[in-house]
Every structure is written in structure tokens, then in C-alpha cells.
């Protein structure tokens, strides 16, 4: 596609409930970043994945968050026992090798209930 | 550990007047310094970029942005702002080594007619 794609664009879930958040980047893009925005705030990184290996998991909050991209392609966020605290816009993001600028999805914007 | 600070949360301005929006940061080594825009319920579109060479950049929509070493700022400017760009702001930066963005608080143009 043109553009980095991410489904569902919003998700109500019951608190406890486990959600899967999905992410096609540009294609051919080698880079790929998952970001939380809170509301009212700037997007805080979760992690990032080179091709298929997820290099950096440092902003994670928490050993419910887990992230994947087998193919190096679609990645998917899945968070377990969503609590109230995961209410928010994930944003994913994507980029081609080398330092240039990451191209943003729309968001899910996930409230937990 | 690197960060982002944009000292204002709203900047309001009359159409045709110029736009300043601040942003200074902190980072190890050479910055690379993004702003990207945010219209309501879309995701983060991409401005412009300081990477090396000219410290005045050119960006998209008529934006630009003066990177300044001694006073580790990247302000965001526009000499004649338009009603269409009132939107909400984010200043990004991550260091020449690394990928992960950190974002500032976000800025909210208002322009008004």
C-alpha cells in the first residue's frame, strides 16, 4: 500500500481482556516502530524491529505488552489483561533502511472499559 | 538518555502572520531532529528533517526550521500562516546511532481567521 496501514482503527475492550493490534508498514520498509500516545501527550516508543528481529524493547511497560514480526513485514501488538492504564493510540510506524524519517500509521485508538 | 522539551502547550496567531513554534533538545551526539504534524484523528505526518549540512531546513507546506548547536534548539517556523495549519505539533529527535524517537509534549497552533 502507500501508506503504513494499521486495523482496527479503534478497539473498546473489557477490562482483562487480551487485544491484538495489527501494523502493515510501506513496503520494502526495513524499520519498524510502535509508539503509545496518550491523550493530551507526544507518543512515547514501545520498540522496534529490523526485518523479522525485534532489536529494542525498552519501552515496554509491562510483561503483558508483546510484539512480533515473524516475516519482517505485519507486525502485531498484543497486550494481555488490558488494564485502564492501556487506554490510548498506538501508533506504528515504519522506515527504509538507513536514518531517515518514519512514516506513521492513523492509530488504534484502544480504550479499555 | 535523550529529550524534548516544547516550553509552549498553544500558540495562537492571526492568518497571514508569521509562526514560531519552539523546541529544544538534549541529546549524546549529533542530533537528527524531526517535526511532524497532527491533525485530529490522523496519524503523525512528517514535516521536515535536520540531518547534517544547512542549518535551515525546508519542509513541506511551506515550513522551515533553523537547527542551532549553541543553543540546542530546532524552532519551526512559517512566515505567513494559513487557518489550515492550526493542528497540533510535535518536535522528535533521536541520535545519529539510534532510531528510536523521543517526542516532545506537542504544541497546538491555532490560527485564527
Known amino acids: 500500500g502507500a501508506g503504513v496501514s494499521q486495523s482496527p482503527r479503534y478497539k473498546v475492550a473489557k477490562r482483562g481482556q487480551d487485544v491484538a493490534l495489527r501494523c502493515d508498514p510501506i513496503s520494502g520498509h526495513v524499520s519498524l516502530f510502535w509508539y503509545q500516545q496518550a491523550l493530551g501527550q507526544g507518543p512515547e516508543f514501545l520498540t522496534y524491529f529490523q526485518n523479522e528481529a525485534q532489536l529494542d524493547k525498552s519501552g515496554l511497560p509491562s510483561d503483558r505488552f508483546f510484539a512480533e514480526r515473524p516475516e519482517g513485514s505485519v507486525s502485531t501488538l498484543k497486550i494481555q489483561r488490558t488494564q485502564q492504564e492501556d487506554s490510548a493510540v498506538y501508533l506504528c510506524?515504519?522506515?527504509?533502511?538507513?536514518?531517515?524519517?518514519?512514516?506513521f500509521g492513523q492509530g488504534t485508538r484502544l480504550t479499555v472499559v | 538518555a535523550q529529550s524534548v522539551a516544547q516550553p509552549e502547550d498553544q500558540v495562537n496567531v492571526a492568518e497571514g502572520n508569521p509562526l514560531t513554534v519552539k523546541c529544544t533538545y538534549s541529546v549524546s551526539g549529533n542530533p537528527y531532529l524531526f517535526w511532524y504534524v497532527q491533525y485530529p484523528n490522523r496519524g503523525l505526518q512528517f514535516l521536515l528533517k535536520y540531518i547534517t549540512g544547512d542549518n535551515l531546513v525546508k519542509g513541506s507546506y511551506g515550513f522551515e526550521a533553523e537547527f542551532n548547536k549553541s543553543q540546542t534548539s530546532f524552532h519551526l517556523k512559517k512566515p505567513s500562516a494559513l487557518v489550515s495549519d492550526s493542528a497540533l505539533y510535535f518536535c522528535?529527535?533521536?541520535?545519529?546511532?539510534?532510531?528510536?524517537?523521543?517526542f516532545g509534549g506537542g504544541t497546538r497552533v491555532l490560527v485564527k481567521p
Open positions: 510506524a515504519s522506515s527504509s533502511q538507513g536514518n531517515t524519517e518514519a512514516f
Open positions: 522528535a529527535v533521536h541520535k545519529a546511532a539510534g532510531n528510536k524517537l523521543t
